[in-house]
């Protein structure tokens, strides 16, 4: 069964932390995505990356980093976080093979900035 | 890749055929129509796409029409499991180019089955 996971369902953390979320995908799949999803605003991407150390920007990077040392990998990193940073974090995978598109999501990640 | 335009919410009935929407007339001859789900707490859910075609797999069918402007996704029996958010979305197939596969997720159609 395929499979993506966030490190955390839960997350509390306070202003100004640093915030690391991580994703891990056992499909092999070159292309990973992370997206936020807020009330009335629906799911907004925030990073992508489509290989090891290569990234790109989705709609709204501002306020996050992301990392990919591994295939398998990807992180998404608030360098100081803030409150309007609260929201439900959601990642997901694809692979560049398919001729379809489907992306793969983890469960999501509820991070609440104090 | 096109706009697409869905409405906000349904109902529909336990054991009922749910019959979702989606309007899509930009759409451009190569983009397929994606739809996804998300059940509360869960990530989105891949469910079928189609070209021109209708399709149909075990979770649900998809009819689009001649002109390609619009598409219905159905349930054919709906259960209370199939409570969610559905989400279509238009965009060119595979994970080449720029986009390497990325989607673009509008405000979707909630879908609300009752007993």
């Known amino acids: 069964d395929v499979k993506v996971t966030q490190s955390s369902r839960y997350l509390v953390k306070r202003t100004g932390e640093k915030v690391f979320l991580e994703c891990v995908q056992d499909?092999?799949?070159?292309?990973m995505f992370w997206y936020r999803q807020d009330p009335g605003l629906g799911l907004r991407l925030i990073y992508f990356?489509?290989?090891?150390?290569?990234?790109e920007k989705g709609d709204i990077p501002e306020g996050y980093s992301v990392s990919r040392e591994k295939k398998e990998r990807f992180s998404l990193i608030l360098e100081s976080a803030s409150t309007n940073q609260t929201s439900m974090y959601l990642c997901?995978?694809?692979?560049?093979?398919?001729?379809?598109?489907?992306?793969?999501f983890g469960p999501g990640t509820r991070l609440t900035v104090l | 890749d096109a706009k697409t335009t869905q409405p906000p919410s349904m109902d529909c009935a336990e054991g009922r055929a749910a019959n979702l929407p989606c309007n899509h007339s930009?759409?451009?001859?190569?983009?397929?129509v994606y739809w996804y789900r998300q059940i509360h707490s869960q990530g989105p859910q891949y469910i079928i796409h189609?070209?021109?075609n209708n399709e149909t797999n075990e979770m649900a069918s998809l009819i689009i029409t001649e002109d390609r402007k619009s598409s219905t996704l159905i349930l054919p029996h709906a259960t209370l499991r199939d409570t969610a958010v559905y989400y279509c979305?238009?965009?060119?197939?595979?994970?080449?180019?720029?986009?390497?596969?990325?989607?673009?997720f509008g405000q979707g159609t909630i879908l609300t089955v009752h007993p």
């Open positions: 189609g070209l021109k």
């Open positions: 499909m092999d799949h070159e292309n």
């Open positions: 979305i238009v965009r060119v197939a595979g994970a080449g180019g720029t986009s390497y596969g990325k989607l673009t």
């Open positions: 990356s489509y290989d090891v150390k290569m990234k």
């Open positions: 930009t759409i451009s001859g190569n983009e397929y």
């Open positions: 997901a995978s694809s692979s560049s093979g398919s001729s379809y598109n489907e992306q793969f």
